[in-house]
């Protein structure tokens, strides 16, 4: 019997998923894939206070520092070093912070594979320019050094190609782990009142390339039903203050993200359209779930989410114009959308189609000459 390839997943909190769309991406390949290859998975103790051995046969191995923050730096730094000698494949998430390691890997002879993330991270407006001229520098040493470059859109492979010469991979995130449902438990129905009424729903996290000044300023205008926009708000001081100008008002529900699973399901299941606001994606999590679970896509105008949506979802690039798509969007065109954005992400966008790409790149990166 053949020796399992040793993949070691670096760069991440931890699995089980607790914390954005890399670790439920590296979550779901420890679902689908995880008996298939010799895995494991470098965690924060911080996150995971019980420490568990194994996640769907990956191994867990656990490191007491955090995994964000200038403290990231340090734990991508030490799992990177200790995986090398360990490992025969690196899949390395989102390299921002801490790329630069990437040549170490001619200490050993482990393989590497760098999961850029989302698209040009380096130009995000949350970042000061130090953090942008750090996080640029750090793609592009990862991108030269890695094996293989990912990226989950096409706009991205154009982009890494374009800024550092560097050749990618296009595999894109998963969203049929999205659940939407309407029933009503724990005492949701009591909690949530306005759920048993129209509205919309938006999902971000709150910084200003997510544009959810644009939506709720859009629902100011706009009164044919609320907007429920779940965020981060104490994050930043850009949702710090739109939380306290939008609190309370008649046409719009401004809630803290929920991280209960069948709560979140249910707030979200009854929506009868998700607009997404994100201008600094590449395959939007919170989009692709969307559309996973069925729902009709209003979408901010830009190329990436033209791409994830095929061109199929409605779009808006300002305040007035996502007012005019709203004042003209019907319940037949509710209907007759969603049943579209379904098909795209059943097509395009499910864990297992993903799991088994990543699969097939494990087994051509081992036989790359070393």
């Known amino acids: 019997m053949n020796r399992k390839i040793k993949i070691h997943i670096i760069g991440i909190h931890g699995v089980p998923a607790k914390y954005g769309g890399l670790e439920t991406f590296a979550d779901f390949l420890c679902q689908n894939i995880g008996e298939e290859y010799d895995i494991t998975v470098y965690c924060t103790s911080k996150k995971y206070p ?24 340090f734990y991508d730094l030490f799992t990177y070093i200790y995986a090398i000698f360990k490992a025969d494949v690196i899949l390395y998430l989102s390299p921002v912070g801490s790329g630069f390691m990437t040549p170490l890997k001619k200490l050993a002879g482990a393989k590497v594979i760098v999961n850029h993330g ?13 953090k942008q001229l750090w996080a640029k520098f750090n793609h592009k040493i990862a991108s030269r050094f890695s094996d293989v470059n990912v990226v989950d859109n096409q706009l991205y492979q154009q982009s890494l190609k374009e800024n ?6 296009v595999i894109r995130y998963g969203g049929d782990h999205a659940i939407s449902t309407t029933t009503s438990v724990n005492g949701y129905a009591a ?59 008649k046409n719009i529900i401004v809630l803290d993200n929920i991280y209960n699973k069948d709560e979140f399901n249910y707030v979200r299941g009854g929506a009868f359209v998700y607009i997404h606001s994100h201008s600094r994606c590449g ?3 919170s989009l ?28 808006f690039d300002s305040v007035d114009s996502l007012v005019n798509v709203l004042d003209k969007f019907s319940e037949e065109d509710a209907e007759k959308n969603k049943k579209i954005m379904h098909s795209i992400a059943s097509e395009n966008y499910t864990w297992r189609n993903i799991s088994k790409q990543y699969s097939e790149l494990f087994e051509q990166v081992i036989t790359l000459q070393k």
């Open 164 to 169: 550092f010469g560097a050749d990618s991979v």
């Open 118 to 130: 989302g698209l040009n991270e380096w130009e995000r407006e949350k970042l000061n320019r130090v």
């Open 191 to 249: 909690k949530y009142p306005f759920l048993n009424e129209k509205y919309a729903i938006s999902i971000s996290r709150a910084q200003v390339d997510n544009n959810l000044h644009l939506v709720l300023e859009a629902f100011e205008k706009f009164e044919g039903y609320k907007l429920v926009l779940l965020s981060n708000w104490s994050v930043s001081e850009y949702g710090k203050k739109l939380k306290q100008k939008y609190q309370g008002h």
């Open 283 to 285: 395959t939007a999590p």
């Open 50 to 73: 019980l420490k568990e051995k194994y996640y769907f046969g990956a191994k867990l191995k656990y490191v007491p520092i955090h995994a964000s923050g200038f403290k990231g730096i």
């Open 288 to 315: 692709v779930e969307a559309m996973s679970i069925g729902q009709p896509i209003i979408s901010y105008d830009v190329p990436t989410n033209r791409e994830t949506t095929q061109n199929q979802a409605l779009f």
